[in-house]
C-alpha cells in the first residue's frame, strides 16, 4: 500500500510538474516510476485538480498494469492517493488485457468502458462484448471482475438485446490436455 501510494503521489506529481515546466524537464526524471503506472496519449488533455480529474479528447489510449485501452475519450477520476475509476467512451472503445501463459488474452468492446482498478471491475455499456480464453459473451451490458473471473451480463431498462454467450468446448482428448494447466 505504501508503495502504491509512493507511485501514485509520484505519478500526481509529475503532471503537476508537466503543467508547470513542459514534458522535456520532467520525462527523464521520471520514466522509471511511470513505467507500471498509467500512461495516456491523446489529442489534448484537460487537468481539473479542484475535481481531481483527467480528461483526455481525441484517439485516446491508455496502458497500465497490462492493460491497454482505447477511445474518444478517457476520464481519469483520482482519490487523494489513487485512480479511483477510468471512464472511456467511443464507438466502440475497446479493453485488452494480456493474461498468463495458460490464458489467452481478454478483449472487450462497448460504447462505454468503465474500469475500476480497486476492484478489478470492468463495466462494460452500450453493445458490449467480452472475449476470453475463445469465449465470448454480448449483451447490452457486461459486468466482469478480472481478478474473480466473475461475469453478470443483461439488458439495460431500455434495451431488449439479449445476452448471447459462445463457450469454446474443445474437439477432442488432446486439444483439452493442451489447455489444463
Known sequence: MLWERLRTNSWAAFVACLLLFGSDVCAAANEDTLSSELTIEGDSAVFLQEQNTIEYVGNVIAFMDGMRINGDRILVEMTADRIKRITTTGAPASFWQKQNMTERDTTATANTIVYLPA????????????????????????????????????????????????????????????TQP
Do not use: H, K
Not at 124 to 148: E, F, K, W
Not at 151 to 171: H, K
Open 119 to 178: 476492484t478489478s471491475l470492468l463495466e462494460l455499456s452500450g453493445s458490449a462484448s467480452l472475449t476470453q480464453d475463445g469465449n465470448a459473451v454480448s449483451s447490452a451490458r457486461i459486468r466482469y471482475n478480472l481478478a474473480l473471473g466473475q461475469l453478470d451480463a443483461g439488458s439495460s431498462d431500455f434495451s431488449q438485446e439479449r445476452v448471447r454467450m459462445e463457450l469454446r468446448i474443445p474437439a477432442n482428448r488432446a486439444e483439452q490436455d493442451s
